[in-house]
T-cell receptor
Framework: KQEVTQIPAALSVPEGENLVLNCSFT??????LQWFRQDPGKGLTSLLL?????REQTSGRLNASLDKSSGRSTLYIAASQPGDSATYLC??????????FGKGTKLTVNP | NAGVMQNPRHLVRRRGQEARLRCSPM?????VYWYRQLPEEGLKFMVY????????ESGMPKERFSAEFPKEGPSILRIQQVVRGDSAAYFC???????????????FGPGTRLTVL
């Protein structure tokens, strides 16, 4: 059974700092991995999708990496801004259509 | 192109009542997924549907919960005789028809927050 863990559960940083969020999964037989952002009381916004054959994806200040063999992914946020404050969720897709989510990392960027 | 639509956004029910949650997928998407997010928990898969078919309901509680995606109209998640433990955010996602060898991105709606009094 696939399990996804995100560390840390919460993170508080000053504005401008570069930061890394971690995601690990127990079953390396995945098809893809997605990083999402969730604002309080809102839905999920997809940030990056990495297919199993890929090592990383970049979008603006965000860079996500994937190491399937070790069951790890990282989300790197450069030059963090207060507007980046949100909960970041990692989800993997295995041999079915469903996504398995971690519990998320709650990020606070202080001005 | 409108995103995934869910309504209502907030729903309050008393114990024993029925809750009916609606999801309209993105235009051109024929796959719908329902997820539940309990307080302080991650999102958990409930059910995956295509038009008029339930493909995977392995995450759906065996009693009181049902889902449908009719040929016309939105997908409906129905919870009968709600209990306090059903209070959660229910998210719907959609994706287009899957091409062979690929797994499409799922696009999420804003969710319905169900509160059971």
């Amino acid at each position: 059974k696939q399990e996804v863990t995100q560390i840390p559960a919460a993170l508080s940083v000053p504005e401008g700092e570069n930061l890394v969020l971690n995601c690990s999964f127990t079953d390396s037989a995945i098809y893809n991995l997605q990083w999402f952002r969730q604002d309080p009381g809102k839905g999920l916004t997809s940030l990056l999708l990495i297919q199993s054959s890929q090592r990383e994806q970049t979008s603006g200040r965000l860079n996500a990496s994937l190491d399937k063999s070790s069951g790890r992914s990282t989300l790197y946020i450069a030059a963090s801004q207060p507007g980046d404050s949100a909960t970041y969720l990692c989800a993997v897709r295995g041999g079915s259509e469903k996504l398995v989510f971690g519990k998320g990392t709650k990020l606070t960027v202080n001005p | 192109n409108a995103g995934v639509m869910q309504n209502p956004r907030h729903l309050v029910r008393r114990r024993g009542q029925e809750a009916r949650l609606r999801c309209s997928p993105m235009k051109g998407h024929s796959h719908v997924y329902w997820y539940r997010q309990l307080p302080e928990e991650g999102l958990k898969f409930m059910v995956y549907l295509q038009k008029e078919n339930i493909i995977d309901e392995s995450g759906m509680p065996k009693e009181r919960f049902s889902a449908e995606f009719p040929k016309e109209g939105p997908s409906i998640l129905r919870i009968q005789q709600v209990v306090r433990g059903d209070s959660a955010a229910y998210f719907c996602a959609s994706s287009p028809v899957r091409q062979r060898g690929t797994y499409n991105e799922q696009f999420f709606g804003p969710g319905t927050r169900l509160t059971v009094l």
